[in-house]
C-alpha cells in the first residue's frame, strides 16, 4: 500500500481551499497552491505560505462550500521551480529563518544553518542547535524574526559540522549531552553508544535505549546561553528603571557571572558522572 494520497487526487485539488489534516496541532486550512513529488504548498489566510511533506499528511479535507474569495488568498510569491523535493525546497530555504513543524512540541523556529543528506541544522535561539531528521519533518514555513532573534547564537564550529549522515552525526555526537526528541517522548543524557538501530543513552543511573527509527530531533545546547538569554530580559527590564544605579549593575554582573560558573561546573560534573557510569555499564556487559 502506498504511504501517501494519490497525487491525481491532489492535484485535482489544486486552487481550492482545503484542510491538511482533520485535527490536531498539524492542522492548517488554506488555498492548494501546488503539488509536488513529495510535498505541497499551502496558502492560509494569515498570507502564510506553508510547505506539507506528503509522507506525514493524514488526510485532505476539500471544502465544497464554494469557490475561493479572491481577497482572501491575494497572489503570493513561492517557490515553484527546481523545488520538485522537500529537499531541494530545504535547499531553497538555507540560511533563511524558518518554522519547522508548525504545530505540537516538535515545533522549533530559528535560521537555518545546513541541509544535509539524512538532517537538517537548525540554530535556535532558546534551545541552541536543533538538528531534524529530514523523514520527521512535517512541514516547514519561512518566518521573520526579530533582528536580536536573528542573531548568531553559535561562535564555534560543531563538532558535527562535517556530519552528513546520521551515522556519521552520532559518532561526532558520541559522549555528549543531547536532548532527544521533544514532548512526552523527549529524553535527555550523555550519548554513549549507538548503531543503525539504537541509541543509548545514560541519564544517572538510568540508561535509555532509542529508536533510530523513531528519531525526530536532537538538540546540542549552546553552554551559558540560557544565562546570556536570562541577562538580555535582566537587561531590559533595567533599562526601564531609572533607579538603578551602576553599584547595582556591576553587582548584577557578577552575580551573573557566578551563577553562570556555577551551573557550567554542574553542567561539567554530570556529563563526567554519566560518561563514568555509561563506560562503567558497558565494561559490565563485556
Known sequence: ?????????????????????????????????????DYLTLQTKEQQVVYFQLKHVKAVVEDTKGNVNPTDYPELSFYEEDTKTMGDLLGQLLLGSVQINGGGPASRVGRLLAVNDEFLTLETKKDGLVLYHLDHIKSVNEVELKEKE??????????????????????????????????????????????????????????????????????????????????????????????????????????????RNSKSNVYRKILMESIARSQAAINDRN
Do not use: C
Open 150 to 259: 536573528n542573531e548568531s547564537v553559535y561562535e564555534l564550529e560543531p563538532a558535527f559540522a562535517e556530519a552528513v549522515t546520521l551515522p556519521q552525526l552520532f559518532a561526532a555526537l558520541k559522549r555528549q549531552w543531547v536532548t532527544v526528541n521533544n514532548g512526552p517522548d523527549k529524553v535527555e543524557g550523555v550519548l554513549s553508544e549507538f548503531d543503525d538501530e539504537t541509541l543509548v543513552i545514560v541519564h544517572d543511573k538510568e540508561v535509555y535505549y532509542v529508536s533510530t527509527f523513531h528519531l525526530q530531533s536532537i538538540v546540542v545546547p549552546i553552554q551559558g546561553r540560557e544565562d546570556e538569554v536570562s541577562e538580555d530580559e535582566n537587561s531590559d527590564s533595567d533599562s526601564t528603571n531609572s533607579n538603578e544605579n551602576s553599584q547595582n549593575k556591576t553587582e548584577k554582573s557578577s552575580n551573573s557571572q557566578t551563577r
Open 1 to 37: 500500500m502506498a504511504d501517501t494520497i494519490n497525487l491525481t487526487y491532489l492535484n485535482d485539488l489544486v486552487g481550492r481551499v482545503v484542510k491538511i489534516n482533520k485535527a490536531g496541532p498539524d492542522l492548517k486550512t488554506g488555498k492548494l497552491l501546488q503539488v509536488n513529488d
